[in-house]
Protein backbone atom coordinates (compact mmCIF):
# COMPACT_ATOMS: atom_id res chain seq x y z
CA UNK A 1 0.00 0.00 0.00
CA UNK A 2 2.63 2.72 1.02
CA UNK A 3 4.47 1.65 -2.05
CA UNK A 4 1.12 2.31 -4.23
CA UNK A 5 0.85 5.89 -2.48
CA UNK A 6 4.61 6.65 -2.93
CA UNK A 7 4.07 6.02 -7.15
CA UNK A 8 0.77 8.19 -6.85
CA UNK A 9 2.53 10.87 -5.24
CA UNK A 10 5.50 10.60 -7.44
CA UNK A 11 3.65 10.82 -10.50
CA UNK A 12 1.78 14.11 -9.53
CA UNK A 13 5.39 15.49 -9.03
CA UNK A 14 4.90 15.49 -5.42
CA UNK A 15 8.03 14.06 -2.93
CA UNK A 16 6.58 11.26 -0.70
CA UNK A 17 7.54 12.24 2.56
CA UNK A 18 6.33 10.15 5.59
CA UNK A 19 3.54 12.72 6.64
CA UNK A 20 2.58 12.91 3.10
CA UNK A 21 2.06 9.33 2.71
CA UNK A 22 0.38 9.21 6.27
CA UNK A 23 -1.96 12.21 5.13
CA UNK A 24 -2.85 9.99 1.41
CA UNK A 25 -3.73 7.34 3.29
CA UNK A 26 -5.80 8.54 6.02
CA UNK A 27 -7.98 10.99 3.33
CA UNK A 28 -8.39 7.72 1.10
CA UNK A 29 -10.40 5.65 3.74
CA UNK A 30 -12.74 8.63 4.21
CA UNK A 31 -16.06 8.35 1.96
CA UNK A 32 -16.72 12.55 3.56
CA UNK A 33 -14.50 15.78 2.88
CA UNK A 34 -12.27 16.47 5.96
CA UNK A 35 -11.96 20.14 7.29
CA UNK A 36 -7.77 20.52 8.36
CA UNK A 37 -8.44 20.35 12.45
CA UNK A 38 -10.37 16.65 11.46
CA UNK A 39 -7.16 15.74 9.82
CA UNK A 40 -5.28 16.53 12.68
CA UNK A 41 -6.91 15.15 15.19
CA UNK A 42 -6.15 12.10 13.28
CA UNK A 43 -2.69 12.29 13.63
CA UNK A 44 -1.76 12.41 17.78
CA UNK A 45 1.31 14.21 17.80
CA UNK A 46 1.39 16.05 14.10
CA UNK A 47 2.62 19.72 13.85
CA UNK A 48 -0.90 20.92 12.55
CA UNK A 49 1.07 23.34 9.79
CA UNK A 50 2.99 20.44 8.45
CA UNK A 51 -0.64 18.90 7.87
CA UNK A 52 -1.81 22.17 6.10
CA UNK A 53 1.09 22.44 4.33
CA UNK A 54 1.04 19.31 3.20
CA UNK A 55 -3.27 19.41 2.10
CA UNK A 56 -2.03 23.31 0.18
CA UNK A 57 0.96 21.03 -1.76
CA UNK A 58 -1.69 18.43 -2.60
CA UNK A 59 -4.52 20.86 -3.88
CA UNK A 60 -1.61 22.61 -5.72
CA UNK A 61 -0.54 19.14 -7.31
CA UNK A 62 -4.10 17.94 -8.27
CA UNK A 63 -3.93 15.52 -5.28
CA UNK A 64 -6.72 16.74 -3.51
CA UNK A 65 -9.80 19.36 -4.37
CA UNK A 66 -10.60 21.50 -1.38
CA UNK A 67 -14.58 22.50 -0.66
CA UNK A 68 -15.51 25.54 0.80
CA UNK A 69 -18.43 25.76 3.10
CA UNK A 70 -19.32 28.46 4.92
CA UNK A 71 -16.04 29.66 6.39
CA UNK A 72 -14.45 25.88 6.47
CA UNK A 73 -12.30 24.42 3.43
CA UNK A 74 -12.75 20.49 3.59
CA UNK A 75 -10.57 18.44 1.54
CA UNK A 76 -11.12 15.30 -0.35
CA UNK A 77 -9.00 13.03 -2.41
CA UNK A 78 -9.28 14.44 -6.70
CA UNK A 79 -10.32 11.49 -9.34
CA UNK A 80 -6.91 10.53 -11.38
CA UNK A 81 -7.46 12.86 -14.02
CA UNK A 82 -6.40 16.17 -11.63
CA UNK A 83 -3.20 17.48 -12.11
CA UNK A 84 -1.81 21.35 -11.36
CA UNK A 85 -3.62 23.05 -13.87
CA UNK A 86 -6.68 21.33 -13.87
CA UNK A 87 -9.44 19.97 -11.17
CA UNK A 88 -11.58 17.47 -13.14
CA UNK A 89 -14.12 17.61 -9.75
CA UNK A 90 -16.50 18.57 -11.95
CA UNK A 91 -19.54 17.36 -9.60
CA UNK A 92 -21.55 18.09 -7.10
CA UNK A 93 -20.53 18.60 -3.60
CA UNK A 94 -23.27 17.94 -0.87
CA UNK A 95 -23.47 19.09 2.86
CA UNK A 96 -26.39 17.70 5.10
CA UNK A 97 -27.42 19.59 7.69
CA UNK A 98 -28.27 17.24 9.98
CA UNK A 99 -24.79 14.54 10.28
CA UNK A 100 -22.56 18.02 8.87
CA UNK A 101 -20.95 15.85 6.62
CA UNK A 102 -19.78 17.12 2.57
CA UNK A 103 -19.49 14.20 -0.21
CA UNK A 104 -19.21 13.93 -3.31
CA UNK A 105 -22.03 13.30 -5.70
CA UNK A 106 -20.15 12.21 -8.57
CA UNK A 107 -23.85 11.20 -9.94
CA UNK A 108 -24.65 14.77 -10.40
CA UNK A 109 -21.65 16.62 -12.43
CA UNK A 110 -21.27 19.31 -15.12
CA UNK A 111 -20.00 17.71 -18.49
CA UNK A 112 -16.58 17.62 -19.17
CA UNK A 113 -17.13 17.99 -22.84
CA UNK A 114 -18.66 21.03 -23.37
CA UNK A 115 -17.70 22.82 -26.26
CA UNK A 116 -16.06 26.28 -25.68
CA UNK A 117 -13.54 29.21 -26.88
CA UNK A 118 -12.28 29.08 -23.37
CA UNK A 119 -10.88 26.60 -20.65
CA UNK A 120 -12.56 25.72 -18.08
CA UNK A 121 -9.83 24.90 -14.71
CA UNK A 122 -12.14 24.67 -11.84
CA UNK A 123 -15.76 24.67 -11.39
CA UNK A 124 -17.42 24.18 -7.96
CA UNK A 125 -21.04 23.19 -7.09
CA UNK A 126 -22.41 22.88 -3.98
CA UNK A 127 -25.45 22.19 -2.18
CA UNK A 128 -27.21 22.14 0.89
CA UNK A 129 -29.87 19.56 2.32
CA UNK A 130 -30.19 16.10 3.93
CA UNK A 131 -28.49 13.15 2.93
CA UNK A 132 -29.83 9.88 2.08
CA UNK A 133 -29.35 8.34 5.56
CA UNK A 134 -30.57 10.77 7.69
CA UNK A 135 -33.65 11.21 6.00
CA UNK A 136 -34.07 7.80 6.26
CA UNK A 137 -33.69 7.54 10.00
CA UNK A 138 -36.27 10.82 10.14
CA UNK A 139 -39.05 8.97 8.89
Known amino acids: MKKDIETKLIDKNTKPTSMRI ?11 ALSLSEV ?3 FDNADRTTIYRTLKTFEEKGIVHSIQENTTTKYKLCDEGCDEKTHKDWHLHFYCKICKQTTCR ?23 GICENCLESLQ
Request: charged share 30%.
Open 22 to 32: LVYDFLSTQEA
Open 40 to 42: ENH
Open 106 to 128: EDISFPENVQTNFRIDEIRLFAK
